[in-house]
């Protein structure tokens, strides 16, 4: 009976309209939150597995496409007001965030990140007339890039490396008053959760943080006991370390966005095994070393040498991977066995990223994150494709940016997919 009774209720309701009144049709006529209740009851009792739908449970509510449950949601995981205010002003400014990412990029490919030799925390004006110019130029010309690189170098020719640094520098300050404005107005008209304000103010915290990190790490390279192999460069130690702040300050405004704009309160969908959820936050670590492990490329510029693939000169490992002491700085500052690292991390990306797909694809998700997950094997054989180019072209600007541009990419759709099933039930 109890089967029979699930079986009327999974019906369309034009269909049992239709059928002959039964008991379970005479004495269930009510609405649709209890017949959510009663169909898992029936479903227990049948011993079938939890199964979850999306169009009822008991105690829920409608908000657009979106469900929610009181059941399960915490108060800090309710809808607040004005949320998709909220999340639009989140993912804008991670998008912002995307943008400087690029354009330090672009600054550090274009050697145009020691151009500014001083440092001012509000920001200022660039030069506006040639006196203002020539006064820049020689502070640029009293370190060691433009004596052992631009001894040539005219002011015209320093302009085309200053501006690019000048408005990353900008950028940052411009993404801290597009944070803060709202972030004030949300907080003050009581519109935000104490949970979601604490997470927001330490995201804001890290962003200002983060620029002294910026500046600690050109520092190293207005230094000339920091020079690689007699060449000006930043410390990559210091490079890796603001990238990955950045990366960090990104993804933790991304999912933010995500948590605004759909709470972690349970979906009513089949029930996934953890191991997916586990799985996909390995991959999306494994992804996160292997964009660190290209930061010490970039610092040790390793992407000019075994411009080929897959063998760096006569076999697949380089000859001179242990070739400096200690032999833990191999790891970090020959150029041989960086490149061969980060070949080493990104292949193992790739197909670790393949074989998650063909063993997460199994399962039933929502169509949200059916869709981030056909993005993440998809970006990363993008990705692959983008950094074997950019090393047989010996990395040219446009090439560096946009393989950088895919490595933040691949992680969006892991932490989008990580969060689309975070609100699947597991088993």
Same mark, same amino acid.
């Given at each position: 009976?109890?089967?029979? $009774?699930?079986?009327?209720?999974?019906?369309?309701?034009?269909?049992?309209?239709?059928?002959?009144?039964?008991?379970?049709?005479?004495?269930?006529?009510?609405?649709?939150?209890?017949?959510?209740?009663?169909?898992h009851l029936l479903e227990a009792s049948c011993g079938s597995r939890q199964y979850y739908d999306s169009?009822?449970?008991?105690?829920?509510?409608?908000?657009?496409?979106?469900?929610?449950?009181?059941?399960?949601?915490?108060?800090?995981?309710?809808?607040?007001?004005?949320?998709?205010?909220?999340?639009?002003?989140?993912?804008?400014?991670?998008?912002?965030?995307?943008?400087?990412?690029?354009?330090?990029?672009?600054?550090?490919?274009?050697?145009?990140?020691?151009?500014?030799?001083?440092?001012?925390?509000?920001?200022?004006?660039?030069?506006?007339?040639?006196?203002?110019?020539?006064?820049?130029?020689?502070?640029?010309?009293?370190?060691?890039?433009?004596?052992?690189?631009?001894?040539? $170098?005219?002011?015209?020719?320093?302009?085309?490396?200053?501006?690019?640094?000048?408005?990353?520098?900008?950028?940052?300050?411009?993404?801290?008053?597009?944070?803060?404005?709202?972030?004030?107005?949300?907080?003050?008209?009581?519109?935000?959760?104490?949970? @979601?304000?604490?997470?927001?103010?330490?995201?804001?915290?890290?962003?200002?943080?983060?620029?002294g990190v910026g500046w600690w790490m050109v520092k190293s390279g207005l230094k000339e006991e920091l020079?690689?192999?007699?060449?000006?460069?930043?410390?990559?130690?210091?490079?890796?370390?603001?990238?990955?702040?950045?990366?960090v300050i990104y993804l933790g405004l991304l999912w933010t966005g995500f948590s605004v704009l759909r709470?972690?309160?349970?979906?009513?969908?089949?029930?996934?095994?953890?191991?997916?959820?586990?799985?996909?936050?390995?991959?999306?670590?494994?992804?996160?070393?292997?964009? $660190?492990?290209?930061?010490?490329?970039?610092?040790?510029?390793?992407?000019?040498?075994?411009?080929?693939?897959?063998?760096?000169?006569?076999?697949?490992?380089?000859?001179?991977?242990?070739?400096?002491?200690?032999?833990?700085?191999?790891?970090?500052?020959?150029?041989?066995?960086?490149?061969?690292?980060?070949?080493?991390?990104?292949?193992?990306?790739?197909?670790?990223?393949?074989?998650?797909?063909?063993?997460?694809?199994?399962?039933?998700?929502?169509?949200?994150?059916?869709?981030?997950?056909?993005?993440?094997?998809?970006?990363?054989?993008?990705?692959?494709?983008?950094?074997?180019?950019?090393?047989?072209?010996?990395?040219?600007?446009?090439?560096?940016?946009?393989?950088?541009?895919?490595?933040?990419?691949? @992680?969006?759709?892991?932490?989008?997919?990580?969060?689309?099933?975070?609100?699947?039930?597991?088993?």
């Amino acid at each position: 009976q109890n089967k029979h $009774m699930l079986s009327v209720l999974r019906r369309p309701k034009t269909l049992r309209r239709s059928l002959k009144p039964t008991y379970a049709t005479q004495t269930l006529r009510v609405d649709i939150k209890t017949i959510g209740r009663v169909v898992h009851l029936l479903e227990a009792s049948c011993g079938s597995r939890q199964y979850y739908d999306s169009n009822r449970h008991s105690r829920g509510s409608y908000r657009g496409s979106r469900f929610y449950s009181q059941d399960n949601a915490k108060a800090d995981d309710q809808p607040m007001p004005h949320y998709k205010s909220i999340a639009t002003w989140l993912f804008g400014t991670s998008a912002l965030v995307f943008a400087m990412i690029m354009l330090g990029a672009y600054t550090r490919l274009t050697e145009s990140g020691l151009s500014m030799t001083t440092w001012k925390p509000q920001g200022s004006l660039p030069p506006l007339n040639q006196q203002e110019w020539e006064e820049e130029f020689e502070k640029y010309k009293q370190h060691p890039e433009f004596e052992i690189l631009n001894t040539d $170098m005219d002011v015209e020719g320093f302009k085309k490396i200053f501006y690019p640094e000048y408005f990353h520098r900008m950028l940052g300050r411009t993404i801290g008053l597009v944070f803060a404005v709202p972030f004030a107005y949300f907080a003050g008209r009581g519109f935000l959760t104490a949970s @979601l304000r604490n997470k927001l103010i330490v995201l804001f915290t890290l962003g200002g943080i983060q620029g002294g990190v910026g500046w600690w790490m050109v520092k190293s390279g207005l230094k000339e006991e920091l020079l690689v192999d007699d060449h000006p460069r930043v410390s990559p130690y210091r490079l890796t370390f603001h990238l990955s702040s950045a990366f960090v300050i990104y993804l933790g405004l991304l999912w933010t966005g995500f948590s605004v704009l759909r709470p972690a309160s349970k979906l009513l969908v089949p029930a996934i095994p953890k191991m997916v959820g586990r799985s996909a936050l390995g991959i999306g670590i494994m992804a996160f070393m292997t964009s $660190m492990s290209g930061a010490f490329v970039a610092g040790n510029d390793a992407g000019l040498v075994y411009n080929e693939f897959p063998y760096m000169g006569d076999g697949l490992v380089p000859e001179g991977y242990w070739d400096l002491e200690p032999e833990y700085k191999n790891f970090f500052e020959n150029k041989e066995a960086v490149q061969f690292n980060h070949r080493l991390l990104a292949i193992t990306t790739l197909f670790s990223t393949i074989g998650f797909y063909v063993y997460a694809r199994r399962f039933a998700y929502p169509k949200n994150a059916k869709i981030a997950l056909n993005h993440v094997v998809g970006m990363s054989v993008i990705q692959a494709l983008l950094g074997i180019t950019t090393l047989l072209h010996f990395v040219p600007t446009h090439l560096g940016v946009a393989h950088q541009a895919g490595a933040l990419s691949y @992680l969006s759709f892991v932490a989008w997919f990580l969060h689309a099933i975070k609100r699947i039930p597991t088993k």
